[in-house]
Nanobody, 124 residues
Framework: QVQLVESGGGSVQAGDSLRLSCAAS????????MGWFRQAPGKEREFVAAINWSDDNTYYADSVKGRFTIARDNAKKTVSLQMNNLKPEDTAVYHC?????????????????WGQGTQVTVSS
């Protein structure tokens, strides 16, 4: 049984940092494109960042580029999202997702597995 479990969310002030983690089990982690998506109330789910399974290339939404950093540890089966200089518009539930040998990192429908999400709230 595949499980993705996020942690690290919380309530912070604008300009603060948070580090989200996603622990995976039940899958051959190294073969999965790993992504972070977020969904704010009343808005559609949007791509945040992804890290490739084959070469560890990273991809970011323009809105977070330069502030967020995604990384993976295949030995520990974890993917992290370091979020710096947080803004109120970053407030959302953040989900990690796994896509077997995935390539279309922005396409949420391509991802096979999803975590339950962790809430990030940024106040001004």
């Amino acid at each position: 049984q595949v499980q993705l479990v996020e942690s690290g969310g919380g309530s912070v002030q604008a300009g603060d940092s948070l580090r989200l983690s996603c622990a995976a089990s039940g899958l051959t982690f190294a073969m999965y494109l790993m992504g972070w998506f977020r969904q704010a109330p009343g808005k559609e789910r949007e791509f945040v960042a992804a890290i490739n399974w084959s070469d560890d290339n990273t991809y970011y939404a323009d809105s977070v580029k330069g502030r967020f950093t995604i990384a993976r540890d295949n030995a520990k089966k974890t993917v992290s999202l370091q979020m710096n200089n947080l803004k109120p518009e970053d407030t959302a539930v953040y989900h990690c997702a796994a896509d077997f040998r995935g390539r279309r990192y922005r396409e949420s429908d391509d991802y096979n597995y999803w975590g339950q999400g962790t809430q990030v709230t940024v106040s001004s």
